[in-house]
C-alpha cells in the first residue's frame, strides 16, 4: 500500500514563506514523476508544479519565479518551497506521485492546506 503524508501547511501572510514536504511509503515500484497541486474552494484542482524522476520541472505560470519544486529520491521526498505567497495561493495543496514500471498507478496525500492573509 503507498502512501503519501503532506506536511508543512499553515497560516503565513501575505509575502511571506512556506515549505510543503511530501514522504512517500509503502509497497514501491519505481518513482516517476511527483507533483503538487493544489485546490481552492469552489474551484478545480489544478497543478502547481511537477518533477520528474531526472529532475526536469515544470510550473503553472501563476507560480513560476515564486515556487521552486524539488525531490530527494533518497527519502522519497518531494518538496515545494513557496516564497512571496498571495492570497490567491491559499488552497488545499496535494502530492501526487507516479509509481512503477511496466504498470503505474497514481498515488495521491491527503492535502495540506495553506491559508495566506492579506
Known amino acids: 500500500q503507498v502512501q503519501l503524508v503532506e506536511s508543512g501547511g499553515g497560516l503565513v501572510q501575505a509575502g511571506g514563506s512556506l515549505r510543503l514536504s511530501c514522504v512517500v511509503s509503502g509497497s514501491l515500484g519505481r518513482i516517476n514523476a511527483m507533483g503538487w497541486y493544489r485546490q481552492a474552494p469552489g474551484k478545480q484542482r489544478e497543478l502547481v508544479a511537477t518533477?520528474?524522476?531526472?529532475?526536469?520541472?515544470n510550473y503553472a505560470d501563476s507560480v513560476k519565479g515564486r515556487f521552486t519544486i524539488s525531490r530527494d529520491n533518497a527519502k522519497k521526498t518531494v518538496y515545494l518551497q513557496m516564497n512571496t505567497l498571495k492570497a490567491e495561493d491559499t488552497a488545499v495543496y496535494y502530492c501526487?506521485?507516479?509509481?512503477?514500471?511496466?504498470?503505474?498507478?497514481?498515488?495521491w496525500g491527503q492535502g495540506t492546506q495553506v491559508t495566506v492573509s492579506s
Open positions: 501526487n506521485a507516479d509509481v512503477g514500471a511496466v504498470i503505474r498507478n497514481s498515488y
Open positions: 518533477i520528474t524522476g531526472s529532475g526536469i520541472t
